[in-house]
Antibody
Framework: QLQLQESGPGLVKPSETLSLTCTVSGGSIGSNSYYWGWIRQPPGKGLEWIGSVYYGGSTYYNPSLRSRLTISVDTSKNQFSLKLSSVTAADTAVYYC???????????????WGQGTMVTVSS | EIVLTQSPGTLSLSPGERATLSCRASQSVSSSYLAWYQQKPGQAPRLLIYGASSRATGIPDRFSGSGSGTDFTLTISRLEPEDFAVYYCQQYGTTPLTFGQGTKVEIK
């Protein structure tokens, strides 16, 4: 059974870079051609799609975050990662990684989600 | 960017009642690429419906989705105690993928 697990610092200082990793277990990123995604949710608010990365490395980013965002994949570690630079308090949120229903397309809902990790931006 | 507006913001109902949730898009959603998720406190979202009307694996048939273009509906035919939660719609036919602001279904 495929499972996703987010990891990374729970506290990041303003202006620094937020770095998170999603580890995939129960299946191989390299053998399944999915667009692996990141979604976030500020406390008490709704969901925001951050971006997605294909197992081969191509990416789609939310334009609102593109200038600060890097999403990458490491098939050897069965992980994909998110880096968001120059963070502010507005980046405080629960960050989720997720896998879509459909292979090889960004045009898909996500049916497998990590449990989420809370990241607070504060000095 | 496609803006999704969900209504009502809160729905107060009793177990056994029917729930009807609306999601309206600011422009037509490509190929009915519209999904519905359920989220309970402290949990990740759970996919209920994709492609506007297809139930995800393991989702009970009391959940149904309908609609096309700019107007979509999630119906819960008879509310069970575990259905009280927040529901989000999402369009995934145009980037950026976007979510509605959510509808909370609460116990009356």
């Amino acid at each position: 059974q495929l499972q996703l697990q987010e990891s990374g610092p729970g506290l990041v200082k303003p202006s620094e870079t937020l770095s998170l990793t999603c580890t995939v277990s129960g299946g191989s990123i390299g053998s399944n051609s999915y667009y692996w995604g990141w979604i976030r949710q500020p406390p008490g608010k709704g969901l925001e799609w951050i971006g997605s990365v294909y197992y081969g490395g191509s990416t789609y980013y939310n334009p609102s975050l593109r200038s600060r965002l890097t999403i990458s994949v490491d098939t050897s570690k069965n992980q994909f990662s998110l880096k968001l630079s120059s963070v502010t308090a507005a980046d405080t949120a629960v960050y989720y990684c997720a896998r879509p229903v459909e292979m090889a397309t960004i045009w898909s809902a996500c049916d497998i989600w990590g449990q989420g990790t809370m990241v607070t931006v504060s000095s | 960017e496609i803006v999704l507006t969900q209504s009502p913001g809160t729905l107060s109902l009793s177990p056994g009642e029917r729930a009807t949730l609306s999601c309206r898009a600011s422009q037509s959603v490509s190929s009915s690429y519209l999904a519905w998720y359920q989220q309970k406190p402290g949990q990740a979202p759970r996919l209920l419906i994709y492609g506007a009307s297809s139930r995800a694996t393991g989702i009970p048939d009391r959940f149904s989705g309908s609609g096309s273009g700019t107007d979509f509906t999630l119906t819960i035919s008879r509310l069970e105690p575990e259905d009280f939660a927040v529901y989000y719609c999402q369009q995934y036919g145009t980037t950026p993928l976007t979510f509605g602001q959510g509808t909370k279904v609460e116990i009356k």
